[in-house]
């Protein structure tokens, strides 16, 4: 049953990627007029799957111990990159919410690294205090307060999805 399992992992993995491609390619008739390039989009997704790639295979032959033992680090560095959005010259305002961090010609979500840093927190946790998990203190509340410090700063900066949605007629 697990190598099945990782068979329809698999396919799901790339059943999302061949969606993902088609949508890219429906938006290369604005990659030649912005970029030049009709192939622009596809070739950046082909550099940061590739470069997906590696760091999966790196972070699966890595003990799972090390994350474990890391979760910390993970955490400080998740929440000193959102904290990097208010520095100028760094974060980046885009349409009214400093949600980008921009170092160089590298531009990233400092959100992604946080979500990263939530499941090793939450794993490491759970694993510490798996006897405790039926006490609503150990098992709910403490984790949700010590997750809720990554939305801290998200709750200062405008919502527009939410508003979209909200305010639909």
Known sequence: MHRKSAYILF???LGLLAIGIVMLFSTSAFARDSHGDVYFFIKRQALWFGIGLVLCTVAALIDYHFWQRTWWLWFAVALAALALCYFPHIGMRI???RRW????????QPSELAKLAVI?????????????????????VLPLVIIGLRNVRRRSEPAMAWHRVVRRP
């Open 11 to 13: 396919l799901a993995v």
């Open 95 to 97: 349409n009214g919410s």
């Open 101 to 108: 961090v921009g170092l160089g010609p590298v531009t990233f």
């Open 120 to 140: 090793f927190f939450l794993a490491a946790w759970f694993t510490r205090y798996e006897k405790a998990g039926g006490n609503v203190l150990f098992g709910f």
